[in-house]
């Protein structure tokens, strides 16, 4: 399997993962402007640019990219460049907003074991996402969160 095919089918695993919690989002995955060997992927509550704040998406309120590098023999390091929930109801009327950040460490290790890390720090932002539909923490946005994440 050539590089390629390979960036392909991990981006294919890492949406249906990323639906496996989450109803109508999606993922962007895009290869590093300097090389092959390097894979970003964002993962957003949106699907598309009706459904972020003013058209950017860069204001979803997930905040999650990650960067999967090659080390060489089926070897992988997979590293958590954002994760947080923004957008949410402030604890201080001084504030615009709030986020929640999601504590995460990098990994190394063969495909299976950093899939097995990703669905754990994707667990966490669910269960954290959970936790503010449930107690209404969302800031006004253009769908209802409640229908974007999945109550398992």
């Known amino acids: 399997?050539?590089?390629?095919?390979?960036?392909?089918?991990?981006?294919?695993?890492?949406?249906?993962?990323?639906?496996?919690?989450?109803?109508?989002?999606?993922?962007?995955?895009?290869?590093?402007?300097?090389?092959?060997?390097?894979?970003?992927?964002?993962?957003?509550?949106?699907?598309?640019?009706?459904?972020?704040?003013?058209?950017?998406?860069?204001?979803?309120?997930?905040?999650?990219?990650?960067?999967?590098?090659?080390t060489g023999n089926d070897e992988y390091e997979l590293t958590y460049h954002n994760c947080s929930l923004s957008s949410l109801k402030p604890e201080s009327k001084f504030y615009a907003m709030r986020s929640e950040r999601i504590r995460t460490r990098k990994a190394k290790g063969n495909m299976p074991k950093l899939l097995k890390s990703l669905e754990k720090t994707i667990q966490k932002l669910h269960g954290v996402s959970v936790e503010m539909v449930e107690q209404d923490q969302f800031l006004e946005l253009p769908y209802n969160p409640q229908d974007k994440v999945k109550s398992i």
């Open 1 to 70: 399997m050539n590089n390629e095919q390979f960036k392909a089918e991990l981006s294919e695993t890492m949406q249906a993962l990323w639906s496996k919690y989450f109803n109508g989002s999606a993922t962007v995955s895009r290869p590093a402007l300097l090389g092959n060997t390097n894979l970003f992927v964002t993962f957003r509550l949106g699907n598309d640019t009706k459904e972020f704040t003013n058209g950017i998406p860069q204001n979803d309120p997930v905040n999650f990219t990650i960067i999967l590098e090659s």
